[in-house]
């Protein structure tokens, strides 16, 4: 079993629809979460970042955690075109005194004008 | 530009010969990763360098494939006599390091290809 596990997609929504993403964990040990945003040939962009079980809410974007089901979203309101890409969950435990980051294989994202 | 720089970003090379692909780490980060990730794949760690010590070099195979991050200049990562299995998008990030958590940030990659 992956520590980290995401749904590859693709997800094809029409503008304007809300988008959920998800990601389940296997590893007690993560503590820190993330999510990425990856464009065509690009390099992964940190969206979100947050500690704590609830959410967190920056403009369209709401991160959501849930510790005791070792699940977590992204929701996206309002989506744009622009919003089409790949996100990749991302999830931090300390290893040896370091922080190390497992990340979800990224769920393909296309929205519809 | 203060992100990461990662050059070249499209690198050719043919079956035996060496890649070196390089990367600089944000203004003010001491903490560099390298990633590789294939085509419809997720990031997979590879090494996890320091100025002048490698921390964490376990999702780096143990042959041909070597890093480094000298006190000066850019980190480096050697792939010597390159097969086809080695074309990928390879990503360097950096981060601020110890003490508080501090997520990592990305440079766009050098693509490596391979005759």
Redesign the interface.
């Known amino acids: 079993q992956k520590e980290v596990e995401?749904d590859?997609g693709p997800l094809s929504v029409p503008e304007g629809a809300i988008v959920s993403l998800n990601c389940t964990y296997s590893n007690s040990a993560f503590?820190?979460f993330?999510w990425?945003r990856q464009y065509s040939?690009?390099?992964?962009?940190?969206l979100m970042?947050t500690?704590s079980s609830g959410n967190k809410e920056d403009g369209r974007f709401t991160a959501q955690v849930d510790k005791s089901s070792k699940y977590i979203s992204l929701f996206i309101r309002d989506s744009q075109p622009s919003d089409s890409a790949t996100y990749?969950c991302?999830m931090?435990g300390e290893?040896?005194?370091?922080?190390?980051?497992?990340?979800?294989?990224?769920t393909k994202l296309q929205v519809i004008p | 530009n203060a992100g990461v720089m990662q050059n070249p970003r499209h690198l050719v090379r043919r079956r035996g010969q060496e890649a070196r692909l390089r990367c600089s780490p944000m203004k003010g980060h001491s903490h560099v990763y390298w990633y590789r990730q294939l085509p419809e794949e997720g990031l997979k760690f590879m090494v996890y360098l320091q100025k002048e010590n490698i921390i964490d070099e376990s999702g780096m195979p143990k042959e041909r494939f070597s890093a480094e991050f000298p006190k000066e200049g850019p980190s480096i990562l050697r792939i010597q006599q390159v097969v086809r299995g080695d074309s990928a998008a390879y990503f360097c990030a950096s981060s601020p390091g110890f003490g508080t958590i501090q997520p990592q940030h990305f440079g766009d990659g050098t693509r490596l290809s391979i005759l």
């Open positions: 995401q590859p503590q820190y993330m990425y040939r690009k390099g992964p962009e940190l970042y500690y990749l991302a931090i290893t040896g005194g370091y922080q190390k980051v497992t990340f979800g294989t990224g």
